[in-house]
């Protein structure tokens, strides 16, 4: 592999904790080194900033759902797909990109890891297939166990051990990489057109609670010392009032201590808050209740946290809130696809049209920004849209701009039509707070990879790291308007890759070398959980045993195994 | 208003699409500008001089543009599509998408077009002498957003899936129509001149259908509310008002339920005010058994 | 001795059965036996067997005769088709794997050309009406584990999918449907009387063509709204009776096939049939599956979609993906003379497309390739035999239920033979040069080549 120098940036970087000095940054063989030969190719940054390639800890990119929403949305990509030029494949789609797409428009605006957020274990094969097809990026897959019968009945038995060895076994079959949750047991109440609105409301026949699942998996994966935390999307997304649900929620981790080799040091991780933050009882008095939620996150470090910032687009929701889905076309009568997966989890999909005109709408967008903006460590907030759910990972330069620019928000939050009952509905107004480059990088790059236990690989700039190196066309030092934030991350001056230059001048010019990570978590042989898989399989999955796991092969061309020893 | 002549010299081996040909893509450009332009069959890309000739001078903006296109285009594609102003005149038939998407100005295609014409349209008038085909004035694949505004009339016969998710403007439809006109619109009128066949109104919303002619089959969820003088492509008439679908969804305002209208000729009187009287009074006892809501039922 | 390859995926239907096992030579050259398939799957097995197999390409002469030709000369004859057409049809996909399926799209935008699937002339009017409104479903092991509602629409699985009712539908007891069919009302509605009708607790012999009315109709019966006395040949009374059985489900789901999809109305009866299952969402739970039918109709589907953002049907003429049936599926495009060669794979559209369009087929250059000879090899210029998928290459495939799995190999294919994956990326390499176009990097296709 070749040498790479980018000479005379501004570097942001919080794992070396450099914050805008004027620096170098040697690329050999795929790796950030201290210097390289005479021979290296150099890229003058000098006026420039530069950062380590972005880490995206949710967003729905690969997968069935993903897909549904693409065959099932054309009207998304009308007048809006590209041929592939210089080597590259045709792009198309806006809210739900081809995986094509995905990857190059990912690269271009600097990131160059990605988490598939949902993963359903029975569908794990289509998530691979998307994730192999989806070029550049590396990328993991988060299985859903929420709902899933083998953990609702040894949870319910308290069964730590057989939970855990069942957790390891179905991250090896599916390869996956971290323990999501998502409305627990509401998505199997929802398999009875039910749902589960409280952490304390039983799931119909398993006669479990919420919080049980949840405690219980934030046990087992501390027991098994996973370089990612359990990842909640919690009970009661989307409804006014259910921010009392988020913080029961956060406050199932309480006592719970990160275990783990990887550096990693909460043992929550919530994700998209923004829809997890709502006050008041009804759609009228909607409001936020962005600090409430931030106060308790500030004050325990043992819980990180992404946004979900809406963007005001036409959009497309989908989840494995199955309810909520429902719920959803019920309120906007938009087209609604649903799949409830045997055993383990459901789906739901409907598209969504976030209108500035729409009171509700641009307080969510408010309640997005103020997340961020009282966030006091940037090292556990981290920027997302819950791609697609609150707008596309492509507006992600937009949402950096308002939180860098107190003028960008101020213009938009003060056009609303109903300005002034979103102003008096939210905090936003209130914030001066502008984000700095540097906290830019926290929270998209090394606080992100430090929560999924990737802090030695991705999101920062060290030696012996990846050479996953971002320059943008932006002088830190001189003066920029807002829009010239948002252009400069759209678009990077370079991106190099795993040590391969794959952007260029904001243009794609390589597929790259993506990997697929995954975590193989070795127990104790624990022959009851083997059994009742088997036994499972034989009674209720309508595939066999032999069919279920994903082998590798031609699903996972260039894998990236994180091991774990959890035996004892 | 200036005039571009667009006279086809051969005929496409394939077809031809030539979104290239609106006021909006000609005005203001020297004649040398406009040959250049591009039109593509397959995977090969042309200029429009190798297939048109062309003549005359558009003016400074597309409203002050007209554009003439003559000799057979019955394979060229796109005519129109997109259009915001000014004047587009097909003297032969036309392919496929005449008027998709347009935003305004006038449209008028002298022969037959085929199918998709006025896809999306959101403003103008786009008049069709001949007949035209399937989807006139729909949704493109997916949307629930069909056509918005403006005004088709169509002086032939219509292809199936006319107004399909219609959402406002006005078709005319002076002969006959195929199965499923308006079904899914939320907005809109369709006025059908000749006879329609099944499925009219299947699915709708809101909006409004007349149809003058007539049906073979009648949907069954559309119920008899009154006679009504109402006026219909400039004249007034008499007709039979029924709303539905009743099987579909239906927002409403003051506590009453906003339905589907759609107007037939009256049926002779006599045996059809019994058979009337019979209908309501099943109604009647229908909305009785609604007061005691099916079991199970979501709270909401 | 034999040996006895288990868990063996059928590459039949949409079903796709995953309990066969397969007993085969001790040389693995020779399928002996094939247990637990049905009779069209077992013989899909066998016939891979047949002693008269083509195993090499042949060209069509002027007389109409066939002489064989190496694969080098095929995939030469191919490449060039496609790469002088100015808008090739890639036609067929169904009955091959993913991984094929991936290197076609990659010719096809090379070339410039269009990709449809069987759905064209199948569930391709599903789709639109899933654009349209969406569809609530679920896995067929939810069917096994939950229903005690299950309606058959349109479509007749006791003989179009055998072993449907026995695995997943109506007798397989599950975790909260421990009684099994005795715990399922079973609900058939179709025109004629068939043999699923037979079954049924409640069977509706409506009229031909009308099936939209009877979908209208049942959810007019759902909003306590009232029905004319008759619709579609059914009295309301009954209509109302079939109402309240389906509010009342604890789960139900509606399967659905061609008798829906390929009459009057297409796309919108599936729509009615949508609405059904939604509304009944506000009532109790419901779900509604497409019966489809080549094994991995629903896999080219799922490679199109995440390629390209559509489901079949899709024009990459201009290199960037177009779609809209009535223009861009198969049918239309021979009908209109727009397209100027015809490459199958996987399908054979000899046998069920119009006859119309099967002759524009026989008068354009073409090539069909598939394991047997079929009547679109028989119109076609060349005709490339390949190895049969999910029985001598195994490969990705989808059930009906899009649900993903890995079929098996069970046997070696004779000797020389390339698989579809194979001849596909040859031919891939081929057009490359041929247009000057190659990939930068690793788009991960180029990774599976000859998988």
């Known amino acids: 592999m070749a040498e790479y120098l980018i000479k005379n940036g501004f570097v942001f970087d919080p794992v070396t904790g450099v914050k805008g000095d004027k620096k170098d940054i040697a690329v050999k063989d795929g790796k950030i080194v201290d210097s390289v030969s005479s021979s290296a190719k150099v890229y003058d940054a000098s006026g420039k900033t530069v950062m380590a390639g972005a880490v995206e800890v949710h967003a729905h990119v690969a997968g069935p759902k993903v897909n549904e929403g693409r065959n099932y949305r054309p009207e998304d990509k009308l007048f809006g797909t590209r041929a592939g030029v210089n080597g590259m494949r045709t792009t198309g789609g806006f809210s739900i990109p081809t995986t094509f797409k995905t990857g190059y428009a990912y690269a271009q605006m600097g990131y160059t890891v990605v988490m598939e ?108 010392g996973l370089p990612h935390s359990m990842h909640i999307h919690a009970n009661n997304l989307g409804n006014p009032g259910n921010y009392t649900t988020t913080l029961d929620t956060f406050r199932l981790n309480e006592g719970f201590k990160a275990n783990n080799r990887f550096g990693r040091e909460q043992t929550m991780h919530h994700t998209h808050v923004q829809f997890h933050s709502y006050g008041g009882d009804n759609w009228g008095n909607f409001e936020s209740k962005s600090d409430a939620i931030m106060d308790y996150v500030n004050a325990h470090p043992n819980l990180t946290i992404d946004t979900g910032n809406v963007t005001l687009d036409e959009t497309t929701t989908m989840t494995a809130d199955g309810p909520f889905e429902h719920h959803l076309t019920e309120l906007n009568h938009l087209k609604w696809a649903n799949v409830d997966v045997e055993l383990e989890t459901a789906a739901g999909i409907v598209p969504y049209v976030y209108s500035p005109d729409i009171k509700v709408c641009a307080i969510q967008w408010a309640i997005g920004l103020e997340l961020a903006l009282l966030a006091k460590d940037p090292m556990r907030c981290f920027i997302t849209t819950d791609h697609p759910n609150a707008g596309p990972f492509t507006r992600y330069p937009r949402i950096i701009k308002w939180l860098m620019s107190k003028e960008a928000r101020e213009e938009r939050l003060t056009t609303f039509k109903h300005a002034d009952k979103v102003i008096s509905a939210t905090h936003l107004h209130g914030l001066d707070r502008e984000l700095s480059f540097y906290e830019i990088a926290q ?13 030695g690989t991705y999101g920062g700039l060290a030696p012996g790291m990846d050479a996953d190196v971002v320059v943008y066309d932006i002088n830190p030092e001189a003066s920029f308007t807002p829009d010239q934030i948002e252009q400069a991350f759209t678009a990077a001056a370079l991106v190099i890759k795993t040590g391969v230059p794959v952007v260029e001048n904001g243009v794609v010019i390589n597929n790259g070398n993506k990997r697929t990570l995954w975590v193989d978590a070795k127990v104790n042989e624990n022959p009851q959980v083997l059994r009742d898989v088997e036994e499972k399989f034989l009674k209720y999955y309508s595939v066999s045993l032999n069919n279920y796991e994903v082998k590798g092969g031609h699903y996972i061309p260039n894998p990236y195994a994180i091991e774990v020893d959890a035996t004892q | 208003m200036e005039t571009v002549t667009l006279t086809i010299k051969k005929a496409p081996t394939l077809y031809l699409e030539a979104e290239a040909t609106t006021p909006d893509a000609l005005a203001g450009k020297s004649l040398d500008q406009i040959r250049a332009l591009p039109v593509y069959m397959g995977n090969e890309e042309f200029t429009l001089g190798e297939f048109f000739e062309i003549a005359g001078a558009p003016g400074a903006t597309a409203a002050d543009t007209r554009v003439v296109v003559k000799g057979d285009v019955s394979r060229v594609k796109y005519l129109g599509m997109k259009m915001s102003a000014g ?26 077009v085929d199918s998709f014409a006025g896809t999306g349209m959101k403003g103008g008038e786009l008049t069709i002498m001949g007949n035209a085909g399937n989807y006139i004035g729909s ?76 049906v073979d089959v009648m949907m069954p969820g559309f119920k008899y509310v009154r006679d009504e003088e109402i006026e219909v492509d400039g004249e007034k008439m008499t007709l039979s008002l029924y709303v539905g679908d009743l099987g579909e969804r239906h927002r409403k305002r003051k506590g009453e339920p906003i339905y589907g209208k759609l107007y037939l000729r009256p049926v002779k009187a006599g045996e059809d005010a019994a058979a009337r009287e019979a209908r309501l009074a099943r109604a009647r006892e229908a909305k009785k058994a609604r007061f005691a809501p099916p079991e199970g039922s979501a709270s909401a | 001795m034999a040996k006895t390859v288990t868990d063996v995926i059928c590459p039949f239907c949409g079903t796709l059965c995953d309990d066969l096992e397969v007993q085969v030579s001790d040389d693995g050259t020779k399928i002996l036996e094939v247990y637990n398939a049905c009779a069209i799957g077992a013989e899909k097995f066998l016939h891979s067997q047949a002693k008269d197999r083509i195993t090499r390409p042949r060209m069509q002469q002027e007389d109409g005769s066939y002489k064989e030709v190496s694969y080098d000369d095929a995939i030469e004859y191919t490449a060039q088709m496609l790469a002088n057409a100015k808008k090739p049809l890639m036609y067929g996909w169904s009955s091959t794997s993913c991984e094929a399926q991936s290197v076609g799209h990659e010719i096809a935008e090379t070339v410039g050309g269009v990709v449809d699937n069987t759905a064209t002339v199948c569930h391709g009017s599903s789709l639109i009406a899933i654009q349209d409104v969406g569809i609530p479903s679920c896995t067929l092991g ?10 058959f629409w349109g479509c007749n699985p006791s003989h179009a999918h055998p072993r449907h009712l026995s695995r997943y539908s109506i007798f397989p007891r599950g975790f909260f449907t421990g009684k099994g069919h005795k715990g399922r009302k079973m609900i058939v509605v179709d025109p004629r009387n068939t043999d699923t009708m037979k079954m049924a607790d409640i069977g509706l012999q409506l009229e031909q063509g009308r099936d939209y009315e009877l979908l209208s109709a049942l959810r007019v ?72 039918g080549h094994y991995n109709v629903t896999g080219s589907g799922a490679v199109l979609g995440w390629q390209f953002g559509f489901p079949f049907a899709t024009d990459l003429s201009r290199g960037f993906a177009r779609y809209n049936p009535g223009e861009t599926t198969s049918n239309d495009l021979l009908r209109r003379d727009e397209v100027d060669a015809v490459f199958v794979l996987g399908s054979d559209p000899g046998a069920h497309f119009p006859i119309s369009s099967v002759r524009k087929i026989a008068r354009l250059p073409s090539v069909a390739v598939d394991p047997h000879i079929t009547p679109t090899t028989e119109i076609s210029k060349l005709h490339v035999p390949v190895a049969f998928v999910g029985v001598e290459v195994g490969g990705c495939c989808y059930r009906m239920d899009n649900g993903p799995s890995e079929s098996r190999k069970v046997v070696e294919p004779p000797e020389g033979m390339m698989t579809d994956a194979e001849f596909l990326s040859r031919v891939r390499d081929r057009v490359g040069e041929l247009k000057g176009k190659a990939p930068v990097g690793s788009p991960s296709t180029a990774q599976v080549q000859g998988a």
Request: glycine share 12%; aromatic share 8%; charged share 20%.
């Open chain 1, 117 to 224: 957020a949902a993963m359903p274990p029975l569908y794990a094969r289509h998530v691979h297939e998307e994730i192999r097809d989806t070029p550049i990026i590396d990328e993991g897959a988060f299985p859903v166990f929420g709902n899933n019968w083998f953990v609702l009945e040894y949870l319910k038995n308290n069964e730590l051990e057989n939970t855990a060895a069942y957790i390891s076994w179905l991250l090896r079959a599916t390869k996956g990489y971290a323990v999501k949750v998502v409305n627990p047991g509401g998505t199997e109440a929802w398999a009875w057109g039910l749902n589960c609105l409280s952490v304390n409301d039983p799931v119909p026949y398993f006669d479990i609670t919420p919080a049980q699942i949840v405690k219980g998996l934030i046990e087992a994966n501390e027991y098994l």
């Open chain 1, 443 to 455: 929270m998209t790059r090394a606080g992100p990879a430090k929560a999924l236990g990737l802090m």
């Open chain 2, 87 to 112: 004047e587009l005149v097909i003297e032969s038939n036309a392919d496929m998408y005449v008027g998709a998407w347009m935003t305004g100005g006038t449209i008028t295609a002298k022969g037959n």
């Open chain 2, 139 to 214: 949704a493109y694949r997916g949307d629930w957003r069909g056509m918005q505004g403006g005004r088709i009339r169509v002086k032939g016969n219509v292809g199936s899936d006319t107004g399909y998710f219609m959402n406002g403007g006005e078709i005319v439809i002076e002969g006959n129509a195929d199965v499923h006109v308006g079904t899914h619109a939320e907005g809109g009128k369709i006025v059908i001149k000749g006879n329609a066949k099944s499925r009219l109104g299947g699915q709708m919303v809101e909006g409004t259908i007349v149809l003058l002619g007539t």
């Open chain 3, 142 to 151: 939810e069917i096994k584990n939950r229903a005690d509602v299950v309606v």
């Open chain 3, 221 to 292: 019966a759902f909003r306590g709204e009232d029905l004319p006395d008759v619709v579609a040949g059914i009295s309301k009374e009954r209509i109302f009776e079939a109402a309240e059985v389906l509010k009342n489900a604890r789960f139900g789901v509606i399967f659905f096939g061609m008798g829906v999809t390929q009459t009057l109305g297409k796309n919108h009866n599936i729509d009615e049939a949508i609405m059904v299952t939604k509304d009944l969402n506000e009532f109790t739970k419901f779900s509604i599956i497409a019966m489809r």
